[in-house]
């Protein structure tokens, strides 16, 4: 029997999606438990399994294409069925397969000036090839007009404007004039840019947070870092070692290793550890997950292929959600030291400066010495002040005797 496949409501709450991919052609058949497609949300691409065999009749919602959660996506048919059936399904539901755009479709948009809408609106409308060259070339995609179906912005239109605004010769020299002062660039927000504004906002305004601060000798973090990656197949970075750390100051003080709920305060026996990974679309955190069970070597290799695929946009949701703490590392851009705020429903982020020669004392005598500056936030509802000391006191020493991260 044909039946209408609706767009599934991915991410919690979510009101909308994109259809980044179909990996079921149409008539292909497959079967239950097969991904069908791609949907991206806000951060991350989520696979849509089949629940049962079937086969794919016609894709209603095109890749790029933002859809309201339950608006129909695709036909599905039983074997044996094919064009009558899909033909008598359409008229039954009264869908027009031709003219499914993200207008007729109702789309909310944000609560925005109405410039700002309309070029929101028109932005919906854009491959997103399309939308990628238009932000290299600094185009203001709002003011375009699409050539694609249904007034869709395609590749072509970009590169038609492209041309039409490049002078050459002598109108280069009648065109050529300094910009205005005060002038300057609009760039609409992204679905993710306004995801990580409303999650952040609601952090900072609902969880009471508190900081504490350490300086850490990391001299021998260092060397250890070195020589590992001078005989080791599997290189680690300075911030896995930070990670390890972090997961056997868990295993030292185990009730700073909870999150708040409502109801209860929830306590981990495993150690899962966000790490913050910046993209050329906003910071996402995918979750190492049972970092206490993970030997360094293979913690490297789980760090560097979550990053790569965090860069890359390819994610699923299953791995940016979870997790007790979080790990943020700005010290590759030199910054000394910095506050980070908590990622609900997470109770603590640590904020890691850069490795920077400082003079200490030590037994009495002024030494130079690579400190690192540690900051960790910490959600007051769910770890009080002297718990989340004595998990600053664990955590600085392992990082200062670093034998015992390997061990």
């Known amino acids: 029997?044909?039946?209408?496949?609706?767009?599934?409501?991915?991410?919690?709450?979510?009101?909308?999606?994109?259809?980044?991919?179909?990996?079921?052609?149409?008539?292909?058949?497959?079967?239950?438990?097969?991904?069908?497609?791609?949907?991206?949300?806000?951060?991350?691409?989520?696979?849509?399994?089949?629940?049962?065999?079937?086969?794919?009749?016609?894709?209603?919602?095109?890749?790029?294409?933002?859809?309201?959660?339950?608006?129909?996506?695709?036909?599905?048919?039983?074997?044996?069925?094919?064009?009558?059936?899909?033909?008598?399904?359409?008229?039954?539901?009264?869908?027009?397969?031709?003219?499914?755009?993200?207008?007729?479709?109702?789309?909310?948009?944000?609560?925005?000036?109405?410039?700002?809408?309309?070029?929101?609106?028109?932005?919906?409308?854009?491959?997103?090839?399309?939308?990628?060259?238009?932000?290299?070339?600094?185009?203001?995609?709002?003011?375009?007009?699409?050539?694609?179906?249904?007034?869709?912005?395609?590749?072509?239109?970009?590169?038609?404007?492209?041309?039409?605004?490049?002078?050459?010769?002598?109108?280069?020299?009648?065109?050529?004039?300094?910009?205005?002062?005060?002038?300057?660039?609009?760039?609409?927000?992204?679905?993710?840019?306004?995801?990580?504004a409303r999650r952040l906002a609601e952090s900072k305004s609902t969880v009471p947070h508190f900081y504490l601060v350490a300086e850490c000798r990391v001299d021998e973090l260092l060397d250890l870092r070195k020589k590992w990656n001078e005989w080791a197949t599997a290189k680690i970075s300075v911030n896995d070692l930070i990670i390890k750390a972090v997961s056997a100051a868990f295993q030292d003080v185990p009730d700073a290793n909870v999150i708040w709920t409502p109801e209860e305060l929830r306590r981990f026996d495993d150690v899962d550890i966000a790490m913050a990974v910046a993209t050329p679309n906003g910071l996402v955190t995918p979750v190492i997950r049972g970092v206490n069970h993970l030997r360094l070597a293979e913690l490297g290799l789980v760090t560097t292929e979550l990053v790569a695929r965090a860069r890359a946009g390819r994610l699923h949701q299953d791995e940016i959600e979870g997790g007790s703490f979080s790990v943020t590392n700005l010290g590759m851009y030199g910054t000394q030291e910095f506050s980070a705020i908590i990622n609900p429903p997470q109770s603590g982020i640590l904020a890691v400066g850069a490795a920077r020669q400082e003079a200490v004392v030590v037994d009495g005598q002024v030494k130079i010495a690579n400190v690192i500056h540690f900051t960790l936030s910490i959600d007051h509802r769910a770890i009080d002040g002297a718990l989340a000391a004595q998990w600053l006191a664990a955590f600085t020493a392992k990082v200062e005797n670093p034998f015992w991260i390997v061990l």
């Open 1 to 196: 029997m044909a039946t209408i496949m609706r767009m599934p409501e991915v991410l919690a709450n979510a009101t909308e999606a994109i259809i980044s991919k179909w990996l079921v052609a149409e008539g292909a058949a497959f079967t239950a438990g097969d991904v069908l497609a791609e949907v991206e949300t806000d951060k991350a691409l989520v696979e849509v399994n089949a629940e049962a065999d079937g086969i794919l009749g016609r894709h209603l919602a095109q890749p790029g294409q933002s859809t309201l959660v339950g608006a129909p996506i695709a036909l599905l048919l039983s074997p044996g069925e094919g064009k009558v059936e899909i033909d008598a399904l359409l008229a039954e539901q009264n869908i027009n397969p031709d003219s499914i755009t993200p207008s007729e479709i109702n789309i909310p948009l944000p609560s925005v000036s109405t410039v700002e809408k309309s070029l929101l609106a028109q932005r919906l409308f854009a491959s997103p090839l399309a939308r990628r060259l238009a932000r290299e070339r600094g185009i203001d995609i709002g003011t375009l007009s699409g050539s694609g179906p249904g007034g869709r912005i395609v590749r072509r239109d970009i590169e038609s404007w492209s041309q039409a605004v490049t002078p050459s010769g002598a109108q280069a020299k009648t065109l050529a004039k300094p910009e205005p002062s005060g002038s300057y660039t609009s760039i609409p927000h992204t679905r993710m840019r306004r995801a990580i």
